[in-house]
């Protein structure tokens, strides 16, 4: 079956450096299967979102910063009418502007918090994984993908359940010369 897996995401340019690890994330557990990802154009472009393509997206990822620019909201309502499967996450060192605190607070959706773009990556990862096995067959993900997701899940799995190890210091601890 040949189909694409399309991705929305909204999100504001300071959210950047999140947005291309969420492309590198799909190059790397889609390799059979074609992935699109669109995005909430830019403020100073002045254009209006792709909204079409939101609605015929397999999945919609908000990733919030600290202020709600234009047409995040416009994007979320249009997902949240169409029922696309939704992945909300939050950036918990960023100050919500107020605009940010009240659609926060009107929105009734989990929100996953993280610190840093490393954990938010992973955070996505597991979730997106485990919404791509569930949701199958509907996503068409071709049968090689579908085991290397499976074998990738597992992997992660496997690593949270594994004890961490003790912070290893390395370096002038007792004083050097650098």
């Not at 009240?102 to 979730?127: A, M, N, V």
């Not at 996503?139 to 961490?164: N, Y």
Request: proline fraction near 6%.
């Amino acid at each position: 079956m040949d189909r694409e897996l399309s991705i929305y995401i909204s999100a504001s340019e300071e959210m950047d450096a999140e947005c291309e690890l969420v492309g590198q994330l799909l190059a790397e557990i889609t390799r059979q299967t074609r992935s699109t990802i669109r995005r909430t154009p830019p403020s100073r472009d002045m254009v209006n979102p792709d909204v079409e393509a939101l609605v015929r997206s397999d999945f919609y990822i908000a990733i919030l910063g600290g202020d709600l620019v234009a047409p995040i909201g416009v994007e979320w309502q249009a997902a949240q009418r169409a029922r696309v499967r939704t992945l909300g996450y939050r950036n918990a060192e960023a100050t919500p502007s107020p605009s940010m605190q009240h659609f926060l607070r009107h929105t009734e959706h989990d929100w996953q918090e993280y610190h840093t773009p490393g954990e938010f990556i992973r955070k996505l990862e597991k979730t997106l994984l485990s919404r791509m096995i569930e949701e199958t067959p509907g996503l068409g993900l071709h049968l090689e993908d579908l085991e290397e997701i499976s074998a990738r899940l597992k992997a992660l799995e496997d690593e949270e359940d594994q004890e961490p190890t003790p912070d290893e210091r390395r370096g002038a601890s007792r004083g050097g010369v650098i």
